[in-house]
C-alpha cells in the first residue's frame, strides 16, 4: 500500500541503489591506477539530493545531445558520449574531475542507464574511496523486484497474474522491503494483487 511505500522511503530521505556485483563493472587502468565504473540497476530510488546532482552532472558531462537528429541517435550502442566524474573527498561526484567513459573500455554487459547514476552523483570506484563504496553498498537496498531466476524463455520474467513471489512482496513488512517489481504483462490479470494492497491498507 501507499502508506506503506511512504513509510519505507521517507525513513531516511537517503537514495536506495540496487548495485550489481563486482565482476559486472567496467574497468580500466588510468595512469597505473584501476579505475571502476559501479554498476546498478536502472530502476532506482533517488532523494531529491542525489537527483539535483545527478541532473547538474548529466548537463555537465553529456554530449549525447549533439548526436540527436529528428528525435533519433545517430551513433551506435556502446559509443559512449559522455564523461565520468572521479569522486570528491566528501564521497560525491565532482564534476570539475571527469574523464571520458570510453577511457573505461573493459566493459562486462553493461550498459549508460545501469551505470549514470552512480557516476554523476558518487563518482568512479578507486580503491582510495572503496571503503566510502561499500559503506554505500552496505546501506542500500534494492527496491525494485525482477524475477531472473524464472524458468522462462528468456529472463526476467513478465508476470501476467499475481504470483506467489508477489504475494511475498506484498506480505513482506520489512525496512528492506521491495516497494516495485518488474516486468508486467499489460494485458496481465491483476485483479487478486490489488484485493491484497486493498485488504492491506
Known amino acids: 500500500p501507499l502508506w506503506r511505500m ?41 532523494s531529491r539530493r542525489d537527483a539535483t546532482r545527478f541532473v547538474e552532472n548529466w548537463a555537465k558531462l553529456s554530449f549525447y545531445h549533439k548526436f540527436v537528429v529528428k528525435g533519433n541517435y545517430t551513433i551506435r550502442d556502446g559509443d559512449y558520449k559522455w564523461r565520468v566524474a572521479l569522486m570528491g573527498a566528501d564521497g560525491l561526484a565532482n564534476a570539475s574531475a571527469s574523464i571520458a567513459r570510453k577511457a573505461i573500455d573493459k566493459s562486462v ?30 546501506r542500500m537496498r534494492c527496491r525494485t523486484f525482477v524475477n531472473w531466476a524464472c524458468k522462462c524463455e528468456r529472463p526476467p520474467e513478465v508476470f501476467q497474474t499475481y504470483t506467489k513471489s508477489l504475494k511475498r512482496l506484498v506480505e513482506d513488512p520489512s525496512d528492506g522491503a521491495f516497494l516495485f517489481f518488474r516486468k508486467a504483462d499489460p494485458q496481465g490479470k491483476f485483479h487478486d494483487l490489488v484485493t491484497a494492497i486493498t485488504k492491506s491498507m
Request: negative net charge.
Open 6 to 46: 511512504r513509510q519505507v522511503l521517507f525513513k531516511t530521505g537517503l537514495s536506495d541503489l540496487c548495485v550489481a556485483p563486482r565482476n559486472e563493472w567496467a574497468f580500466g587502468d588510468l595512469f597505473g591506477e584501476n579505475y571502476s565504473v559501479v554498476k546498478a540497476h536502472q530502476w532506482s530510488v533517488l
Open 109 to 138: 554487459n553493461t550498459c549508460p542507464d545501469e551505470e549514470v547514476f552512480t557516476t554523476m552523483i558518487y563518482g568512479l570506484h578507486h580503491a582510495s574511496n572503496d571503503g566510502v563504496w561499500r559503506a554505500l553498498i552496505d
